[in-house]
């Protein structure tokens, strides 16, 4: 069974900068995987921020960056506000069938 | 702006087959160019990618549900529907449509439902 295993939680200071990271069970992320990222706030529905690796969404605001890093999708957080406080799940395709990552917590403490 | 709508019973016997049905609102489903998905979440867990399909009835599904699972579309109605048979207290979630469009080939995940919680349960 495929698995795809992000940071279960991650700390940052407002104003800082955080990378959290998407990795497969099956090899090396890479842009064939059409990396998405999603926010999710406690009680809300998750919100689209990234596809396709580094592509935004038209509401995803610009402190928000996608990449490949060392063979992961890298979800890259610049100039953090005490709002993106919210747990973060990344989804792999895997050539028809989608998994979701377990998801990060990102705390702004 | 498009929107998705769940509905459909919150509380669902064991052994049962949980209906949930999506309404699309904003866009229409049979114009194309986009498939229609279904996501649950277990309390306090992550997301779980149930499976989609497209307005022409083409449909991918989780294979670890696949064997229970069954989305269907009507387009007259604009709504598209999951069925989940045979279901345990371990299909109680919230239950998320979504839609997945492409460009230039890329697929994405836009716009998704408020959810619906479905207890299963005696």
């Known amino acids: 069974q495929t698995v795809v295993t992000q940071e279960p939680s991650l700390t940052v200071s407002p104003g800082g900068t955080v990378t959290l990271t998407c990795a497969s069970s099956?090899?090396?992320?890479?842009?064939?995987?059409?990396p998405n990222w999603f926010q999710q706030k406690p009680g809300q529905a998750p919100r689209a921020l990234i596809y396709?690796?580094?592509n935004k969404h038209s509401w995803t605001p610009a402190r928000f960056s996608g990449s490949l890093l060392g063979g992961k999708a890298a979800l890259t957080l610049s100039g953090v506000q005490p709002e993106d406080e919210a747990e973060y799940y990344c989804l792999l395709y895997y050539g028809g069938p989608w998994v979701f990552g377990g998801g990060t917590k990102l705390t702004v403490l | 702006q498009v929107q998705l709508q769940e509905s459909g019973p919150g509380l669902v016997k064991p052994s049962q087959t949980l209906s949930l049905t999506c309404t699309v609102s904003g866009g229409s489903i049979s114009s194309g160019g986009y498939y229609w998905s279904w996501i649950r979440q277990h309390p306090g867990k992550g997301l779980e990618w149930i499976g989609y399909i497209y307005y022409s009835g083409s449909t991918y599904y989780n294979p670890s549900l696949k064997s229970r699972v069954t989305i269907s579309v009507d387009t007259s109605k604009n709504q598209f529907s999951l069925k989940l048979s045979s279901v345990t207290a371990a299909d109680t979630a919230v239950y998320y449509c979504?839609?997945?469009?492409?460009?230039?080939?890329?697929?994405?995940?836009?716009?998704w439902g408020q959810g619906t919680l479905v207890t299963v349960s005696s």
């Open positions: 099956t090899g090396a992320v890479t842009s064939g995987y059409y």
């Open positions: 396709s690796t580094s």
């Open positions: 979504a839609r997945v469009g492409a460009v230039a080939g890329t697929p994405f995940f836009d716009y």
